[in-house]
């Protein structure tokens, strides 16, 4: 079984003809992405790397998790950005939801540093390390990100307090490109045991390497049946660029369509709380790739139900440039039914003996057709389950799915031009060497 995507939602908004007019636009493509020879071609390596990947490196990666596993609590994934959203995306997935109360983890909490520069964050952080045993991975593929830089100083300073500096060594896993940036070169001269970010593969397509391999690993989770989904979703993709059988051309289809009709906001729809960090990855992918040149759909998330009470308000009746993609789940990993009350004291007996998933989906129904109803159109991707398996498919299937819409959008989907905007200013701002005329202008300016 593969994930399928449902458009019966989007029917009134679109003419089937609309979304068939873009089959020949989107074979160019398609093509173009497969032979890669279109704009970005030298960041493709993502494409063919569930069939490619090598089998040496998925062994040495769980070798190493299990040493960890052994001598760490708590293992530090540090990483801004592509280099630790994929990975989050899926630990977060298939973990316990109250994981840091468990007191039976055979396996290291995967804790995250360096997504951000608040300064109670990491103090925080550091006032737990102080008291369990841990150990670090250390990820960025150009090895200059400031971010996770300034959070690796101070973290690499606490680990050799701790520990000292030859078991610090051995605790700290460097993952980055194979010859650029300080991170390299500081691996190098500690003797770090470090994994290459391929040269081809940009961070926000980078989960199916040891950028999100490694910390999965760590957190007990299966490589090869995530890899095994990625693959088979590559398959279905390899077959045709027919919209009617390959669920990624028409996803890209749908979304250009609906974006063409003045929807420019995207709504990515979860109805389980582990999903959270996948939206959030998916919002990386879709946001960095596309939006660009004046253009792209705007990705947002929200968690229903919870944002039925926040959220709902506006999609329902605010303005009418909203489209929803719900991940649909249809089978739960646990099960839970509403009990009965003999003096039904709350009037739910009439839902007594029902699952909670099928309360669920009900709500999700629900709330697909009244927001339909008041102008949003709903496109479904139905996924049987969430575990390691469907996670890999809908990886790969929101990559080519993406790579396939920002063509159609005539953006590079691999860059990332814009990023360095900010971190131009704050450079300047903080009297980073080499910005000497641009702190003097921007000084001016505050
Ligand atoms: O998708 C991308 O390329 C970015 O989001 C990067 O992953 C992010 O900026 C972090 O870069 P790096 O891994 O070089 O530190």
């Not at 089959?23 to 069939?51: A, E």
């Not at 991170?183 to 950028?211: C, N």
């Not at 890899?227 to 077959?239: H, P, T, V, Y």
Request: glycine share 8%; with cysteine; proline share 4%.
């Amino acid at each position: 079984m593969n994930i399928k995507v449902n458009i019966q939602h989007t029917g009134n908004f679109l003419a089937v003809d609309e979304i068939h007019s873009y089959q020949h636009d989107i074979d160019r493509h398609y093509y173009s992405i497969l032979k890669k020879t279109g704009k970005g071609n030298d960041f493709l390596g993502w494409v063919d790397l569930p069939s490619e990947i090598d089998e040496a490196i998925i062994s040495s990666i769980e070798h190493l998790a299990e040493k960890i596993r052994k001598k760490a609590e708590i293992f530090v994934v540090i990483g801004i950005g592509g280099s630790y959203l994929g990975a989050r995306a899926v630990i977060e997935a298939l973990s316990h939801n109250f994981q840091f109360l468990k007191k039976d983890n055979k396996n290291p909490l995967v804790i995250f540093a360096g997504q951000n520069l608040g300064e109670d964050y990491l103090a925080d952080l550091l006032e737990i390390l102080d008291h369990k045993d841990y150990a670090i991975t250390v990820i960025s593929k150009s090895g200059t990100t400031t971010e996770p830089a300034v959070a690796f100083r101070i973290l690499k300073n606490h680990i050799e307090k701790k520990y000292g500096k030859q078991e610090a060594g051995e605790r700290i896993i460097a993952i980055t490109d194979k010859g650029r940036g300080a991170l390299k070169k500081l691996a190098t001269e500690e003797g770090y045991q470090t994994f290459i970010v391929p040269d081809d593969i940009g961070g926000r397509y980078s989960v199916l390497t040891p950028v999100g391999l490694l910390p999965i690993a760590v957190a007990g989770f299966n490589l090869k049946k995530l890899i095994k989904g990625a693959r088979d979703m590559q398959e279905l993709n390899l077959q045709t660029s027919s919209i009617e059988k390959n669920p990624m051309t028409l996803y890209a289809a749908v979304r250009n369509a609906l974006y063409k009709n003045g929807k420019l906001v995207e709504i990515l729809v979860n109805y389980q709380p582990n999903l959270y960090f996948f939206t959030e990855w998916w919002k990386q992918l879709y946001g960095e790739s596309e939006g660009k040149e004046g253009r792209g759909i705007f990705p947002a998330g929200v968690n229903f139900t919870s944002d039925l009470h926040s959220m709902g308000q506006y999609i329902q009746e605010g303005q009418r440039i909203l489209f929803e993609t719900v991940l649909s789940i249809e089978k739960p990993n646990k099960n839970l039914a509403v009990p009965t009350d003999k003096n039904d004291p709350d009037g739910l007996n009439y839902i007594a003996g029902k699952k909670l998933h099928e309360v669920n989906n009900m709500a999700e129904i629900a709330t697909a057709l009244a927001h339909v109803d008041g102008g949003v159109p709903n496109i479904r991707i139905q996924v049987p389950q969430v575990n390691e398996y469907y996670l890999g498919q809908l990886i790969y299937f929101f990559e080519m799915a993406c790579a396939i819409s920002g063509y159609i959008l005539k953006v590079n989907p691999f860059d990332q031009p814009g990023v360095e905007a900010y971190k131009n200013n704050m450079f300047a701002l903080l009297g980073k060497p080499g910005f000497e005329k641009e702190t003097e202008k921007i000084r001016k300016l505050i």
